[in-house]
């Protein structure tokens, strides 16, 4: 009944959970229904223009409320088993941390490595602890049919193992805000020679000749300062169009005046190259007033910041 593709080994369970059910529900739909017709046209008024009381009937009653009981434990059973067996993930599975934030997804690797897409191995299992830095979202792959809810504070965990080479959508399933709708990413499915030939990599750069699969095209020929920062979720938070999000936008920010909250109160700053690199740094230290303190911490290089900092400036 569903025409999403079968792209893990976990969307097989639950497909079947799901048609079981369904053929379920429509067989009592039936019967119901056919029962209900025969009782109004045999006990119509028009063939009883007398009403008669009926006192009940004891075998009748325990029935059913004995057999649906018997159904709903049945359902509640194999549908808890799919819940538990999506969170307990095997322990040769690779381990990644997933990150939700007003309006992105970001995926760090446990060799330190960040994107903004998730790349995994062909049938290797992954899993991902899923959480978030503002509010609640929903990290949903409708592929693998998997979801977890990114609660801040709190790590929930689910595991996948892929079974289909390609690229699948994931999704938002909270309407987390203006622009919940554009809260998207994808799982690369590779092979595991690809993976490694990315993983293993230059920091931030795999190999074109190798994986040239895990190239996202959409953000192809765009200024290196981006394609650092996108991968690091920066671009989640800030414009660098003017347009309003969580964070000040990056388009004039160099040399603006703006006004912050630090530990001893409120302070006027100019947002030189010093003030840019230490919001990147230390984002709780000095907080533009009128924005929420949800900024983590960026791992980042110094000739990396170096870059940043420079494209922030030419932003005017």
């Known amino acids: 009944m569903n025409f999403l593709p079968k792209a893990s080994t976990f969307a097989t369970q639950a497909d079947k959970l799901f048609l079981q059910i369904f053929v379920l529900s429509l067989v009592f739909l039936v019967f119901i229904t056919a029962l209900m017709i025969y009782f109004v046209i045999k006990y119509s008024k028009k063939r009883h223009p007398k009403a008669e009381q009926i006192e009940g009937h004891t075998l009748l009653e325990i029935t059913w409320t004995v057999v649906p009981l018997l159904l709903f434990v049945a359902i509640f059973y194999y549908g808890w088993t799919s819940y538990d067996y999506a969170r307990r993930a095997p322990r040769d599975a690779m381990v990644v941390k997933v990150t939700g934030r007003q309006w992105t997804w970001s995926f760090k690797y446990p060799n ?30 409708p592929a693998f049919r998997l979801k977890a809810d990114a609660v801040p504070g709190r790590t929930n965990t689910i595991w996948f193992q892929p079974t289909r080479l390609g690229t699948y959508d994931i999704q938002c399933t909270v309407i987390c805000g203006v622009n919940h709708s554009s809260m998207l990413s994808h799982v690369e499915v590779v092979r595991e020679k690809e993976f490694k030939a990315w993983y293993f990599g230059p920091e931030g750069a795999p190999e074109p000749t190798a994986v040239a699969a895990l190239a996202p095209p959409e953000h192809a020929g765009e200024p290196e300062a981006l394609a650092l920062m996108r991968p690091r979720g920066c671009l989640g938070c800030h414009s660098i169009d003017g347009k309003p999000m969580v964070g000040p936008t990056f388009r004039g920010l160099y040399g603006k005046q703006e006004e912050v909250v630090t530990k ?12 840019l690199r230490l919001a990147i740094l230390e984002p709780s230290r000095e907080v533009v007033r009128g ?26």
């Not at 330190?112 to 929903?138: C, E, F, W």
């Not at 001893?264 to 003030?275: H, I, N, P, Q």
């Not at 924005?291 to 005017?316: S, T």
């Open 112 to 141: 330190g490595k960040q994107t903004d897409k998730l790349y995994a191995v062909l049938d290797r299992p992954m899993k991902l602890d899923v959480n978030s830095v503002d509010i609640l979202h929903g990290f949903y792959i």
């Open 291 to 316: 924005y929420p303190e949800q900024m983590p911490v960026v791992p980042i290089g110094d000739d990396e910041l170096n870059r940043v900092v420079a494209y922030i400036k030419e932003l005017k």
């Open 264 to 275: 001893t109160g409120l302070a006027r700053v100019t947002m030189d190259d010093e003030r």
